[in-house]
C-alpha cells in the first residue's frame, strides 16, 4: 500500500480482504480513530487549560486519577456507545464491565472492547508522552443478548484487534487486525492519519532494556541474575543502553522500532506484577508477536493465559525475541516466582 495512505483508506481496503465481512470492525476502528483525535486534541493542550491534576477520584486499583483520564474514558465510552458499535466496554478506569443495551440492535453488535483510556497518566503533569491502549474480540455470549464477564476474560490469543495511540511528539495510532502491524501518524493540521509505519518490525534483537530498577531489591532472582547478565556484557565491551520513560505505550513503541527489552516483574512491591492482563499487557503482547517480537510472563505466553479477573494484573517481558528469550532462561532456573 502507498506511504501516504490515510487510515481511513487504509482500513476500507483492508476490510475487502476479509470475505463476507459486515464492515463492523472497519466501524469500531473508525470510532476509535475518531476518539482518539478528540483526545489528542485535548492531551496537546494540557499545559495551557487549567485540566491538569487529580480529578479527586480513585479507581479500582487505588490509584488517583488524573483529569484527562476521566476525559479519555468518556470520549472513547461515548463515541462507542453513541455509534452503538460493540455490546459490551471494560475500562482501567471502571470498575465493571459496561453492558451496551440502547435497543436491540446494540445487543446484536459482534464485539467487545477493552481499553486503557490513557496509560501512564502520572507522566501528564511533565509533558511527557502518554497513550490508550485497545483490545477487540468477538463476544460469547450469543447476539441479541447481554454480554457478561465470560465474553471479556478471554485469552488474548482470541484478540481480532488490538493497537495503541501514543499522544508523543507526533500522535501515532499503531494497531493489528492479526496480519502484521502499520503505525500512522497524525498530521494535526487536517486531522488526518497518514500511514507512516508500514508493516513495523520488532528487531530480533536489541541494546535497550527498560525497567524501573530502583525496584531491584524487590525483584525476583531470575530477573537480578538478568540484569547482572546485561552489566556483565557491557564490562565485555557490548553495547547496552537503559531507557525508561514509565509510559508503557511510550517504551514498547520505542523499543518495537529500536529494539529492546521492556520488563515489569512482580518484586515484594506489586507481588503479581503491576501492569494489567486485558487492557495492557494481552494488547501489546499481540502487537509484539505480530511485529515478530515475543511477550511472556517470563515463564509463559501472555496470550495464552486465560483471564480471571477484569483487572487482573501479570508480570511482564516484552520485547525482542532474543532478549525476551534470555530473559526467560534467567527466570527459569527459579520456577518458585512462576507461581505468583
Ligand atoms: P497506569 O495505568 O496507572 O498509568 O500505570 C501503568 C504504567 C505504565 O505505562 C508504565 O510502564 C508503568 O506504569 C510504570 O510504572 P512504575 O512507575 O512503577 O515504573
Ligand atoms: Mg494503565
Avoid: W
Wanted: with cysteine.
Amino acid at each position: 500500500m502507498k506511504k501516504n495512505t490515510t487510515l481511513g483508506e487504509f482500513i476500507i481496503n483492508k476490510q475487502i480482504e476479509f470475505q463476507g465481512s459486515s464492515g463492523e470492525l472497519s466501524r469500531l476502528l473508525n470510532a476509535i480513530r475518531l476518539a482518539a483525535k478528540v483526545v489528542n486534541y485535548e492531551v496537546n493542550k494540557a499545559g495551557l487549560v487549567n485540566i491538569l491534576g487529580a480529578a479527586g477520584e480513585t479507581n479500582i486499583q487505588g490509584e488517583q486519577q488524573q483529569k484527562l483520564d476521566v476525559y479519555a474514558n468518556e470520549k472513547f465510552k461515548q463515541t462507542l456507545i453513541n455509534r452503538e458499535i460493540v455490546c459490551g466496554i471494560a475500562s482501567e478506569e471502571e470498575d465493571e464491565f459496561i453492558v451496551i443495551e440502547g435497543g436491540n440492535k446494540a445487543n446484536d453488535n459482534k464485539y467487545i472492547l477493552l481499553m486503557d483510556p490513557l496509560d501512564g497518566s502520572s507522566n501528564i503533569d511533565v509533558n511527557v508522552s502518554v497513550g490508550t491502549i485497545f483490545s477487540v474480540y468477538e463476544r460469547i455470549t450469543p447476539k441479541g443478548q447481554p454480554v457478561t464477564i465470560e465474553d471479556f476474560l478471554q485469552p488474548g490469543n482470541k484478540q481480532v484487534a488490538a493497537g495503541y495511540i501514543v499522544y508523543g511528539t507526533s500522535t501515532m495510532l499503531v494497531y493489528t487486525t492479526g496480519k502484521g502491524v502499520n503505525g500512522f501518524t497524525l498530521n494535526p493540521a487536517i486531522g488526518t492519519y497518514y500511514l507512516s509505519h508500514p508493516k513495523m518490525q520488532h528487531p530480533k534483537m536489541g541494546k535497550i532494556y527498560s525497567i524501573n530498577e530502583a525496584n531491584y531489591v524487590h525483584f525476583p532472582q531470575g530477573v537480578k541474575d538478568y540484569l547482572k547478565f546485561i552489566q556483565k556484557e557491557v564490562e565485555d565491551g557490548k553495547n547496552y543502553t537503559s531507557r525508561y520513560i514509565g509510559s508503557l505505550v511510550s517504551d514498547f513503541h520505542r523499543n518495537m522500532i529500536k529494539g529492546g527489552i521492556y520488563i515489569y516483574p512482580t518484586s515484594s512491591k506489586n507481588p503479581k506484577g503491576k501492569l494489567r492482563l486485558l487492557y495492557e499487557c494481552n494488547p501489546i503482547a499481540f502487537l509484539a508477536e505480530q511485529s515478530g517480537g515475543k511477550a511472556t510472563d517470563g515463564y509463559q505466553r501472555i496470550l495464552d493465559i486465560k483471564p480471571t479477573e477484569l483487572h487482573q494484573r501479570v508480570p511482564f517481558f516484552c520485547g525482542s525475541t532474543e532478549m525476551v528469550d534470555k530473559a526467560m532462561e534467567f527466570m527459569q532456573k527459579h520456577p518458585e516466582d512462576s507461581n505468583y
